[in-house]
């Protein structure tokens, strides 16, 4: 058991290291007015492995090496990518993960990533509301509101964060 759980940990941290190192180009999503390729990294929201790689972004943040601003457009890609997919619970936490992400930018540079985030995250949304409607079922149609009303309450919490983060800069 040791012996396994040495191999998952050296395999996560590789693949870790080389998404921190290459960005990770393996899904991503074209946002179109600016031709900016955003990658959702190799650990996904409906992975068992997504908190290891939530915290392992985290730890790539505090020390540096990631801007607030590239984690949160990760999430964003990686709530497009579970729509995608038909997982609308995972792209709910992926969502959740952007605003508590988005919370500790503060670099004019991460405002502008996150302002491309919430744009697509918007889109998404708008995708979601369209696939409720052909949910094969009422239960389906009922995880997806949820899910999509999960991540609007994401959204509006960010816009309230950030015109309080614009009325304390102008106070100042």
């Known amino acids: 058991m040791r012996n396994l759980l040495t191999i998952v940990a050296i395999t996560f941290l590789a693949s870790t290291a080389f998404t921190a190192a290459h960005g990770g180009h393996d899904h991503g999503y074209d946002h179109h007015e600016t031709d900016h390729t955003i990658s959702a990294g190799f650990i996904q929201p409906n992975s068992v492995l997504y908190g290891m790689a939530v915290a392992t972004d985290n730890v790539l943040m505090r020390i540096g090496l ?3 601003g590239e984690i949160v ?3 964003a890609a ?3 990518l579970m729509i995608e997919l038909d997982n609308p619970e995972a792209a709910a936490r992926a969502a959740q ?3 508590q992400t988005a919370e500790r930018a503060q670099h004019p540079e991460d405002e502008q990533r996150i302002e ?3 744009q697509s995250m918007q889109e998404t949304m708008q995708q979601m509301e369209q696939r409720i409607e ?3 079922n009422e239960q389906a149609k009922e995880n997806m509101q949820t899910a999509l009303d ?3 309450d994401v959204l509006d919490n960010m816009e309230k964060a950030r015109h309080h983060q614009e009325t304390m ?3 100042s």
């Open 73 to 75: 457009e990760k999430r």
């Open 169 to 171: 800069h102008r106070e």
């Open 134 to 136: 052909d949910a094969p």
């Open 66 to 68: 990631r801007s607030p």
């Open 78 to 80: 990686q709530a497009e």
């Open 116 to 118: 491309r985030a919430m």
């Open 97 to 99: 993960h952007m605003e």
């Open 150 to 152: 999960s991540m609007q």
